[in-house]
């Protein structure tokens, strides 16, 4: 695999995970919650430089395509660690605790809270839920930018 070949695979991959998201959101019925969202904006920015980087020869552009795909990773890593309840999530789309607070205050939580939460598994393969198996392919496709950035 040359250089180019790499920044095609890395770029294609980030498409296709796209692709995927959208695909499960409009033909799937499974909308996204707020972390999903965020997981997309990163493959958007490494298929963008992509494009670029498959018409100049810059190594800065394969690094930052590298760190898009790295930080869409992370992202999913976050995502995974709030639907494992390792750790809280934003409370905009997580469920926070119901303790010391009054049945009216607990009402306007609950009614004020989105319909996608990000602390629920909405579907999962082998185990590995969406935002789970995100991070795997796109710490992957880092492989294949820093493999462009090496010049195979």
Request: charged residues 10%.
């Amino acid at each position: 695999m040359n250089r180019t070949q790499a920044i095609a695979a890395a770029s294609f991959g980030s498409l296709a995970l796209l692709l995927g998201a959208f695909a499960f959101q409009h033909l799937g019925g499974l909308p996204p919650c707020k972390m999903c969202i965020w997981q997309r904006y990163p493959h958007v920015i490494a298929v963008g430089i992509g494009l670029i980087a498959l018409r100049l020869r810059s190594d800065l552009l394969i690094l930052l395509g590298a760190l898009a795909a790295f930080a869409t990773g992370a992202i999913g890593v976050y995502h995974v660690g709030v639907e494992q309840g390792w750790w809280q999530g934003p409370t905009s789309c997580s469920a926070g605790p119901v303790g010391g607070i009054s049945a009216d205050e607990l009402l306007d939580q609950i009614l004020s809270a989105p319909l996608v939460r990000c602390d629920e598994i909405a579907w999962q393969f082998a185990g590995i839920s969406m935002a789970g198996w995100n991070a795997l392919i796109s710490f992957s496709l880092v492989a294949f930018w820093l493999m462009a950035f090496k010049r195979i």
